[in-house]
């Protein structure tokens, strides 16, 4: 199969069970990495040969198979089990870790007080900050009155980066986001030095359920599928 340049794993007709990354003697679309990047995948095995990350790799595999019950019987059906946070959990006491980061949106200010004392709980020290850390005008990377929210008044910048900075100085050995905006969530990938995971993020209309408008895309949100009036 020849490369089709972009990788199209989302726009795959076939079923699980036909796929080549399902099954080794699997098809494969048009698009099909699996088909058509043996540099890449190679690439990411040699990756996968150093220690540190084939540990992260393997924990995180083991967790993936414990949030199912039953898994010894024959005939299996999945059966998940388990809630995100206590996955969460989980892994982190897998990987030896004691010292969270949890990277909040003022928006889910009541929710963060109500995961820092789970995790508190399941025995971790929590390092949180707020996204309005710093209390820096938006002013300040150029947004307009017009921009903000709260239009005449002083309104607080998101910080990402601060947030980040502080965890990374608190020496934080994992970090979990709760609720940031989109791109804000990104600033903050990119500046932390631990790895991150999400527990939620931020839908202001769907209570923070993204995948609800996806899945009425088709009905009652039909018109995200239209191209924005510019």
Not at 101 to 130: H, N, P, T, Y
Not at 141 to 166: R, Y
């Amino acid at each position: 199969m020849k490369n089709n340049k972009s990788a199209a794993c989302a726009d795959c007709g076939l079923t699980r069970k036909e796929r080549i990354c399902m099954d080794p003697a699997g098809k494969a679309s048009p698009g099909c990495p699996t088909a058509t990047e043996k540099q890449m995948l190679d690439e990411a095995k040699r990756i996968y040969e150093n220690q540190s990350i084939k540990e992260f790799a393997r924990q995180a595999s083991i967790q993936e198979g414990q949030c199912y019950a039953e898994r010894d019987k024959k005939l299996y059906i999945m059966h998940p089990t388990k809630p995100r946070i206590q996955e969460i959990c989980e892994f982190a006491k897998k990987m030896n870790y004691h010292r969270l980061g949890l990277i909040f949106c003022i928006g889910l200010a009541r929710e963060a007080k109500m995961v820092s004392d789970i995790l508190s709980k399941q025995g971790f020290k929590v390092v949180s900050v707020v996204c309005k850390v710093g209390t820096v005008p938006k002013e300040e990377i150029g947004i307009k009155e017009e921009e903000k929210i709260f239009i005449g008044q002083h309104e607080t910048m998101c910080n990402p980066v601060a947030q980040a900075l502080i965890v990374n100085k608190q020496k934080t050995q994992f970090n979990i986001l709760l609720g940031l905006c989109v791109g804000h969530d990104s600033l903050f990938f990119k500046h932390a030095d631990a790895p991150t995971t999400v527990l939620a993020v931020k839908d202001r209309v769907t209570g923070h359920n993204p995948l609800a408008a996806v899945y009425t895309s088709g009905s009652y949100y039909a018109w995200i599928n239209k191209l924005e009036d510019k």
